[in-house]
Protein backbone atom coordinates (compact mmCIF):
# COMPACT_ATOMS: atom_id res chain seq x y z
CA UNK A 1 0.00 0.00 0.00
CA UNK A 2 1.14 3.57 -0.92
CA UNK A 3 0.49 6.59 1.26
CA UNK A 4 0.35 10.07 -0.24
CA UNK A 5 -0.86 13.03 1.77
CA UNK A 6 -1.69 16.31 0.42
CA UNK A 7 -3.31 19.39 1.24
CA UNK A 8 -6.60 20.80 -0.22
CA UNK A 9 -7.03 24.11 -0.68
CA UNK A 10 -8.66 25.08 2.48
CA UNK A 11 -5.09 23.88 4.03
CA UNK A 12 -7.25 20.13 5.27
CA UNK A 13 -5.24 17.38 5.05
CA UNK A 14 -5.81 14.62 2.04
CA UNK A 15 -4.69 11.43 2.34
CA UNK A 16 -4.23 8.73 -0.62
CA UNK A 17 -3.70 4.87 0.32
CA UNK A 18 -3.29 3.20 -2.95
CA UNK A 19 -3.25 -0.58 -3.82
CA UNK A 20 -0.19 0.26 -7.07
CA UNK A 21 3.11 1.46 -5.75
CA UNK A 22 3.64 3.34 -8.72
CA UNK A 23 0.26 5.71 -8.25
CA UNK A 24 1.29 9.41 -8.81
CA UNK A 25 -1.10 11.71 -6.80
CA UNK A 26 -0.09 15.33 -7.97
CA UNK A 27 -2.63 16.81 -9.19
CA UNK A 28 -3.39 20.28 -6.73
CA UNK A 29 -6.88 21.15 -5.83
CA UNK A 30 -7.89 23.97 -7.91
CA UNK A 31 -10.78 25.07 -5.75
CA UNK A 32 -11.43 28.74 -4.56
CA UNK A 33 -12.19 27.46 -1.31
CA UNK A 34 -13.10 29.19 2.50
CA UNK A 35 -11.06 28.75 5.45
CA UNK A 36 -12.05 25.68 7.88
CA UNK A 37 -14.61 26.26 10.34
CA UNK A 38 -13.66 26.55 13.65
CA UNK A 39 -13.90 23.89 16.16
CA UNK A 40 -17.54 23.03 17.55
CA UNK A 41 -17.68 24.28 21.38
CA UNK A 42 -18.33 20.88 24.13
CA UNK A 43 -20.47 21.42 26.89
CA UNK A 44 -20.76 19.07 29.87
CA UNK A 45 -24.00 17.49 30.59
CA UNK A 46 -23.71 17.23 34.65
CA UNK A 47 -27.17 15.48 35.16
CA UNK A 48 -25.28 12.45 33.14
CA UNK A 49 -21.56 13.04 33.18
CA UNK A 50 -21.75 12.93 29.18
CA UNK A 51 -19.95 15.93 27.29
CA UNK A 52 -22.23 17.12 24.46
CA UNK A 53 -20.81 18.65 21.03
CA UNK A 54 -22.36 21.81 19.52
CA UNK A 55 -21.36 22.38 15.99
CA UNK A 56 -23.81 25.11 14.76
CA UNK A 57 -21.63 25.03 11.17
CA UNK A 58 -22.49 21.82 10.46
CA UNK A 59 -26.49 22.98 9.30
CA UNK A 60 -25.17 23.90 6.35
CA UNK A 61 -22.86 20.81 5.20
CA UNK A 62 -23.82 19.26 1.94
CA UNK A 63 -27.21 17.00 2.00
CA UNK A 64 -28.11 14.65 -0.41
CA UNK A 65 -26.61 16.18 -3.55
CA UNK A 66 -27.65 14.88 -6.96
CA UNK A 67 -25.06 12.14 -7.76
CA UNK A 68 -23.60 14.60 -10.45
CA UNK A 69 -22.86 16.64 -7.64
CA UNK A 70 -21.04 14.61 -5.32
CA UNK A 71 -17.91 15.83 -3.26
CA UNK A 72 -16.94 12.90 -3.04
CA UNK A 73 -16.60 11.49 -6.56
CA UNK A 74 -12.85 11.85 -8.16
CA UNK A 75 -12.17 15.14 -9.97
CA UNK A 76 -12.71 14.96 -13.72
CA UNK A 77 -12.78 18.20 -15.89
CA UNK A 78 -13.98 21.13 -14.58
CA UNK A 79 -15.87 19.36 -11.77
CA UNK A 80 -14.37 19.76 -8.99
CA UNK A 81 -14.33 17.51 -5.70
CA UNK A 82 -12.91 16.68 -2.36
CA UNK A 83 -10.70 13.87 -4.02
CA UNK A 84 -8.38 16.40 -6.73
CA UNK A 85 -7.31 13.15 -8.29
CA UNK A 86 -9.38 11.46 -11.60
CA UNK A 87 -9.58 7.94 -9.62
CA UNK A 88 -8.58 6.30 -6.92
CA UNK A 89 -8.83 3.80 -4.50
CA UNK A 90 -8.98 4.63 -0.84
CA UNK A 91 -8.90 8.12 0.15
CA UNK A 92 -9.16 9.52 3.84
CA UNK A 93 -9.63 13.47 4.36
CA UNK A 94 -10.41 15.96 7.07
CA UNK A 95 -14.15 16.53 7.12
CA UNK A 96 -15.41 19.93 5.77
CA UNK A 97 -18.16 20.37 8.27
CA UNK A 98 -16.08 18.41 11.18
CA UNK A 99 -17.86 17.87 15.09
CA UNK A 100 -14.65 18.33 16.12
CA UNK A 101 -11.48 20.01 14.87
CA UNK A 102 -8.02 21.17 16.11
CA UNK A 103 -8.91 24.66 14.74
CA UNK A 104 -9.82 26.80 18.25
CA UNK A 105 -10.79 30.55 17.51
CA UNK A 106 -11.35 31.65 21.25
CA UNK A 107 -11.83 29.53 24.53
CA UNK A 108 -15.75 29.74 25.11
CA UNK A 109 -16.75 31.39 28.13
CA UNK A 110 -18.86 30.04 30.94
CA UNK A 111 -22.61 29.00 30.57
CA UNK A 112 -23.34 27.80 34.28
CA UNK A 113 -21.42 27.11 37.42
CA UNK A 114 -22.70 23.11 36.32
CA UNK A 115 -21.89 23.68 32.86
CA UNK A 116 -18.51 23.76 31.81
CA UNK A 117 -17.54 24.19 28.50
CA UNK A 118 -14.38 23.85 26.47
CA UNK A 119 -13.31 23.33 22.58
CA UNK A 120 -14.56 20.90 20.51
CA UNK A 121 -10.67 19.29 20.30
CA UNK A 122 -10.30 16.46 18.18
CA UNK A 123 -10.67 15.34 14.24
CA UNK A 124 -13.02 13.83 12.12
CA UNK A 125 -12.09 12.33 9.01
CA UNK A 126 -13.99 11.09 5.99
CA UNK A 127 -12.71 7.53 4.41
CA UNK A 128 -13.74 6.95 0.63
CA UNK A 129 -13.97 3.25 -0.15
CA UNK A 130 -13.96 3.59 -3.49
CA UNK A 131 -14.32 5.93 -6.48
CA UNK A 132 -17.09 4.05 -7.64
CA UNK A 133 -20.00 5.95 -6.56
CA UNK A 134 -22.48 2.77 -7.58
CA UNK A 135 -20.65 0.52 -5.64
CA UNK A 136 -21.32 -0.68 -1.92
CA UNK A 137 -19.18 -1.90 0.60
CA UNK A 138 -20.66 -5.45 0.15
CA UNK A 139 -19.19 -5.23 -3.73
CA UNK A 140 -15.69 -4.54 -3.09
CA UNK A 141 -13.30 -7.23 -3.16
CA UNK A 142 -11.26 -9.05 -0.35
CA UNK A 143 -8.30 -6.63 -1.37
CA UNK A 144 -10.22 -3.63 -1.05
CA UNK A 145 -11.14 -4.58 2.48
CA UNK A 146 -8.07 -5.23 3.65
CA UNK A 147 -6.84 -1.35 1.65
CA UNK A 148 -9.46 -0.25 4.02
CA UNK A 149 -8.40 -1.60 7.23
CA UNK A 150 -5.12 -0.52 6.37
CA UNK A 151 -6.03 2.90 6.47
CA UNK A 152 -8.00 2.46 9.81
CA UNK A 153 -5.24 1.08 11.44
CA UNK A 154 -2.80 3.82 9.90
CA UNK A 155 -5.59 6.34 11.09
CA UNK A 156 -5.92 5.08 14.30
CA UNK A 157 -2.18 5.31 14.96
CA UNK A 158 -1.78 8.81 13.81
CA UNK A 159 -4.87 10.46 15.26
CA UNK A 160 -4.15 8.35 18.64
CA UNK A 161 -1.05 10.09 18.71
CA UNK A 162 -2.85 13.56 18.81
CA UNK A 163 -2.49 15.78 22.02
CA UNK A 164 -5.94 15.37 23.65
CA UNK A 165 -7.26 12.53 21.97
CA UNK A 166 -8.82 9.44 24.07
CA UNK A 167 -10.63 7.67 21.58
CA UNK A 168 -10.93 6.95 17.83
CA UNK A 169 -14.12 5.85 16.28
CA UNK A 170 -14.29 4.54 12.98
CA UNK A 171 -17.24 3.14 11.52
CA UNK A 172 -19.97 3.30 8.21
CA UNK A 173 -23.10 4.68 7.96
CA UNK A 174 -25.35 3.14 5.20
CA UNK A 175 -28.60 4.25 3.72
CA UNK A 176 -31.07 7.45 4.18
CA UNK A 177 -33.14 4.93 6.63
CA UNK A 178 -29.97 5.92 8.94
CA UNK A 179 -29.39 9.52 7.74
CA UNK A 180 -26.99 9.07 5.20
CA UNK A 181 -26.49 12.40 3.21
CA UNK A 182 -24.07 11.23 0.77
CA UNK A 183 -24.58 8.06 -1.28
CA UNK A 184 -20.92 7.49 -2.48
CA UNK A 185 -19.88 4.43 -0.66
CA UNK A 186 -18.06 6.25 2.50
CA UNK A 187 -16.86 5.92 6.29
CA UNK A 188 -16.09 8.24 8.82
CA UNK A 189 -13.27 8.40 11.69
CA UNK A 190 -14.02 10.77 15.31
CA UNK A 191 -11.10 11.00 17.37
CA UNK A 192 -12.77 12.35 20.61
CA UNK A 193 -11.40 14.15 23.38
CA UNK A 194 -13.00 11.93 25.89
CA UNK A 195 -13.94 8.31 26.36
CA UNK A 196 -17.28 7.73 24.81
CA UNK A 197 -20.65 6.85 26.97
CA UNK A 198 -20.89 3.88 25.09
CA UNK A 199 -17.27 2.54 25.81
CA UNK A 200 -17.33 3.78 29.37
CA UNK A 201 -20.20 1.38 30.32
CA UNK A 202 -17.89 -1.28 28.30
CA UNK A 203 -15.26 -0.81 30.28
CA UNK A 204 -17.04 -0.27 33.55
CA UNK A 205 -18.68 -3.64 33.15
CA UNK A 206 -15.24 -5.59 31.59
CA UNK A 207 -13.07 -4.14 34.98
CA UNK A 208 -16.09 -5.97 37.21
CA UNK A 209 -15.48 -8.66 35.42
CA UNK A 210 -11.69 -8.60 35.77
CA UNK A 211 -12.07 -8.10 39.53
CA UNK A 212 -14.84 -10.95 39.79
CA UNK A 213 -12.46 -13.39 37.74
CA UNK A 214 -9.10 -12.62 38.83
CA UNK A 215 -8.28 -10.93 35.46
CA UNK A 216 -10.77 -12.37 32.76
CA UNK A 217 -11.43 -10.35 29.70
CA UNK A 218 -15.39 -10.20 29.85
CA UNK A 219 -15.64 -9.78 26.04
CA UNK A 220 -13.25 -12.83 25.38
CA UNK A 221 -15.79 -14.94 27.56
CA UNK A 222 -18.86 -14.16 25.81
CA UNK A 223 -17.35 -14.57 22.32
CA UNK A 224 -15.97 -17.71 23.65
CA UNK A 225 -19.50 -18.76 25.03
CA UNK A 226 -21.32 -17.97 22.05
CA UNK A 227 -19.12 -20.02 20.12
CA UNK A 228 -19.27 -22.61 22.29
CA UNK A 229 -23.21 -22.74 22.22
CA UNK A 230 -22.83 -21.75 18.62
CA UNK A 231 -26.76 -21.09 18.85
CA UNK A 232 -26.43 -17.31 17.53
CA UNK A 233 -22.75 -17.30 15.11
CA UNK A 234 -23.66 -16.74 11.94
CA UNK A 235 -19.83 -17.52 10.48
CA UNK A 236 -16.65 -17.92 11.26
CA UNK A 237 -13.70 -18.59 10.07
CA UNK A 238 -9.84 -19.28 11.50
CA UNK A 239 -9.39 -15.63 12.54
CA UNK A 240 -12.71 -14.03 13.41
CA UNK A 241 -16.23 -15.12 14.52
CA UNK A 242 -19.50 -13.43 13.25
CA UNK A 243 -22.01 -13.73 15.82
CA UNK A 244 -25.78 -11.91 17.04
CA UNK A 245 -25.62 -11.13 20.88
CA UNK A 246 -27.77 -13.06 23.03
CA UNK A 247 -29.39 -9.35 24.22
CA UNK A 248 -29.33 -7.52 21.19
CA UNK A 249 -31.01 -4.53 20.72
CA UNK A 250 -31.54 -3.91 17.14
CA UNK A 251 -33.72 -6.17 15.00
CA UNK A 252 -30.19 -7.47 13.03
CA UNK A 253 -27.31 -7.15 15.10
CA UNK A 254 -23.99 -9.05 14.68
CA UNK A 255 -20.43 -8.44 15.88
CA UNK A 256 -17.39 -9.50 14.40
CA UNK A 257 -14.56 -10.17 16.29
CA UNK A 258 -11.19 -11.87 16.36
CA UNK A 259 -10.59 -14.84 18.37
CA UNK A 260 -7.20 -13.26 19.39
CA UNK A 261 -8.22 -10.39 22.05
CA UNK A 262 -6.97 -7.60 20.35
CA UNK A 263 -6.87 -3.51 21.78
CA UNK A 264 -7.38 -2.22 18.43
CA UNK A 265 -7.25 -1.99 14.34
CA UNK A 266 -3.55 -1.43 14.36
CA UNK A 267 -2.80 -4.28 16.81
CA UNK A 268 -4.17 -7.06 14.14
CA UNK A 269 -1.82 -8.95 12.29
CA UNK A 270 -1.44 -9.55 8.61
CA UNK A 271 -3.23 -12.81 8.48
CA UNK A 272 -6.42 -11.28 10.67
CA UNK A 273 -6.39 -9.05 7.94
CA UNK A 274 -6.43 -10.80 4.96
CA UNK A 275 -9.11 -12.97 6.78
CA UNK A 276 -11.62 -10.14 7.82
CA UNK A 277 -12.44 -8.88 4.43
CA UNK A 278 -14.01 -12.42 3.03
CA UNK A 279 -16.06 -12.88 6.08
CA UNK A 280 -17.32 -9.17 6.43
CA UNK A 281 -18.18 -9.29 2.90
CA UNK A 282 -20.85 -12.14 3.32
CA UNK A 283 -22.49 -10.91 6.33
CA UNK A 284 -23.02 -7.75 4.23
CA UNK A 285 -24.67 -9.40 1.55
CA UNK A 286 -26.07 -11.98 4.02
CA UNK A 287 -27.77 -8.59 5.39
CA UNK A 288 -28.79 -7.03 1.54
CA UNK A 289 -30.11 -10.66 0.97
CA UNK A 290 -32.55 -10.85 4.15
CA UNK A 291 -35.03 -8.87 2.26
CA UNK A 292 -33.60 -8.79 -1.02
CA UNK A 293 -33.06 -4.77 -0.95
CA UNK A 294 -30.18 -2.70 0.12
CA UNK A 295 -30.05 -3.11 4.05
CA UNK A 296 -29.54 0.12 5.59
CA UNK A 297 -27.09 -0.69 8.35
CA UNK A 298 -24.32 0.97 10.82
CA UNK A 299 -21.24 -0.61 11.26
CA UNK A 300 -19.33 0.52 13.81
CA UNK A 301 -15.32 -0.24 15.57
CA UNK A 302 -15.26 -0.44 19.03
CA UNK A 303 -11.56 -0.45 20.08
CA UNK A 304 -9.95 0.16 23.30
CA UNK A 305 -9.08 3.62 24.90
CA UNK A 306 -6.20 5.44 23.37
CA UNK A 307 -4.68 5.99 27.10
CA UNK A 308 -6.21 4.56 29.74
CA UNK A 309 -7.87 0.46 30.22
CA UNK A 310 -6.48 -0.87 26.92
CA UNK A 311 -5.96 -4.24 28.94
CA UNK A 312 -9.79 -4.15 29.15
CA UNK A 313 -10.80 -3.51 25.81
CA UNK A 314 -11.44 -6.23 23.41
CA UNK A 315 -11.40 -4.99 19.43
CA UNK A 316 -14.99 -5.63 17.50
CA UNK A 317 -17.32 -4.49 14.97
CA UNK A 318 -20.87 -4.13 15.57
CA UNK A 319 -22.96 -3.77 12.82
CA UNK A 320 -27.04 -3.35 12.84
CA UNK A 321 -29.51 -2.47 10.69
CA UNK A 322 -33.06 -0.74 11.93
CA UNK A 323 -34.81 -2.73 9.46
CA UNK A 324 -36.86 -5.26 11.04
CA UNK A 325 -38.93 -6.56 7.87
CA UNK A 326 -38.75 -5.68 4.36
CA UNK A 327 -41.87 -2.61 4.56
CA UNK A 328 -40.62 -1.97 8.97
CA UNK A 329 -38.03 0.07 10.20
CA UNK A 330 -37.27 -0.01 13.91
CA UNK A 331 -38.09 3.47 15.49
CA UNK A 332 -36.34 4.42 18.56
CA UNK A 333 -39.65 5.91 20.42
CA UNK A 334 -40.50 6.70 23.85
CA UNK A 335 -38.27 3.59 25.82
CA UNK A 336 -35.30 3.36 23.80
CA UNK A 337 -34.83 6.98 23.40
CA UNK A 338 -36.24 8.25 26.70
CA UNK A 339 -34.88 5.53 29.10
CA UNK A 340 -32.15 4.26 26.92
CA UNK A 341 -34.35 0.88 27.56
CA UNK A 342 -34.30 -0.99 24.09
CA UNK A 343 -36.97 -3.16 23.20
CA UNK A 344 -36.50 -5.99 20.62
CA UNK A 345 -39.23 -6.84 17.97
CA UNK A 346 -36.94 -10.15 17.02
CA UNK A 347 -35.47 -12.85 18.96
CA UNK A 348 -31.76 -13.29 18.49
CA UNK A 349 -31.69 -16.46 17.65
CA UNK A 350 -34.00 -15.88 15.06
CA UNK A 351 -32.17 -13.58 13.80
CA UNK A 352 -29.19 -15.86 13.48
CA UNK A 353 -31.09 -18.17 12.10
CA UNK A 354 -32.81 -16.17 8.97
CA UNK A 355 -29.21 -14.58 8.41
CA UNK A 356 -27.44 -18.13 7.92
CA UNK A 357 -30.49 -19.49 5.95
CA UNK A 358 -29.66 -16.11 3.10
Known amino acids: MKRTAIDLADGRELIYFDERDDAVRDQPD ?24 VAVHRQTRTFLPPANEC ?7 DRLTEIPAPDYDVVVFENRFPSLSGRVAEEPGEITPFTPVRPGLGRCEVVCFT ?20 ALADRTEVLGALPGVEQIFCFENRGVEIGVTLHH ?33 LYADVLAAERATGDRVVTENEHWTAFVPAAARWPFE ?9 PDIP ?4 SERDAFGPLYLDLLRRFDGLFDMPMPYISAWHQ ?8 LGHLHLQVFSIRRA ?33
Not at 32 to 43: I, K
Not at 71 to 77: I, K, T, Y
Not at 267 to 270: I, K, P, R, S
Open 131 to 150: SDHNASFASLPPRRVRTVLD
Open 267 to 270: ALDD
Open 185 to 217: PHGQIYAYPFVTPRTRALLAAARRHAERTGGGN
Open 30 to 53: RRDLPPPPPASQLRYDPLTDEWVA
Open 254 to 262: VHIAPRRVV
Open 304 to 311: APVRIDRE
Open 326 to 358: ADKLKYLAGSESGMGVFINDIAPERAADLLRAV
Open 71 to 77: PLDPSVG
